[in-house]
């Protein structure tokens, strides 16, 4: 599927988000505070746009290296990144290729909720990130405020879908997009998937009237972790 619609994704993401997504990337990466020493694993990274986001601008990483499970998205990234100190490699986000404790920053744009087994994604940020090291992450959930909820839910199932399924040519593709955000866990109990995952210190940041949340986790030394 996402193979299938990589063609389009970067310009469907723009106009369904009315070009909030870029606002969301710079949010998430502000959260990393960097520092232009660390090196940063963008897992689900599609077409690189937050492993972009993470190494250009005034606050920067090193380095970043960007994963995914899509061939054709990581063609469109690869496209993308010009002389950007990006490196992109097809793998898996519950199998990471790297050794422990390698990575300073890790990231996740709109992309945890794709993976079969979340918390054994989390588990292997955990496992790569040095201790001390920061996650971030951005998910769509859905607002909280009744009359708001119900109007992103008409958007959602309605809207959405038409505009992408006729921009991408692809039947089904963002007919799954609001399915698989009403089917990922509440923040609440994300934030405890985290934090059982490794991270002490996890903070939920409800942005865009609760649209997106900004995941912000801290990995704690193994000596140290409570579950």
């Given at each position: ?158 809207i959405l879908p038409l505009i992408g399924r006729l921009v991408s040519s692809h039947p089904s593709a ?54």
């Amino acid at each position: 599927m996402f193979d299938a619609i990589a063609e389009r994704y970067d310009f469907l993401n723009h106009l369904l988000s009315a070009g909030l997504d870029r606002q969301w990337r710079k949010r998430a990466v502000d959260a990393l505070e960097l520092t232009g020493r660390e090196t940063v694993l963008d897992v689900c990274t599609g077409t690189a746009d937050l492993a972009l986001a993470a190494t250009t601008g005034s606050a920067r990483a090193r380095r970043a290296l960007g994963i995914d499970f899509s061939g054709a998205m990581l063609q469109i990234g690869r496209k993308k990144i010009g002389a950007a100190p990006i490196t992109l490699v097809r793998a898996d986000a519950t199998r990471i290729p790297l050794a422990d404790a390698s990575v300073d920053a890790t990231t996740i744009g709109f992309g945890i909720r794709n993976v079969e087994q979340p918390a054994l994604a989390c588990r292997e940020i955990a496992r790569v990130l040095r201790p001390g090291g920061k996650l971030v992450i951005l998910e769509f959930s859905l607002p909280q405020t009744p009359a708001l909820r119900s109007l992103y839910l008409w958007y959602f199932r309605k809207i959405l879908p038409l505009i992408g399924r006729l921009v991408s040519s692809h039947p089904s593709a963002y007919s799954y997009l609001p399915e698989s955000v009403q089917a990922f866990p509440a923040p609440g109990t994300f934030v405890r998937q985290l934090r059982e995952a490794g991270f002490g210190t996890v903070r939920a940041v409800r942005l865009t009237f609760g649209v997106v949340y900004l995941y912000v986790g801290v990995k704690v030394d193994a000596q140290d972790r409570v579950i």
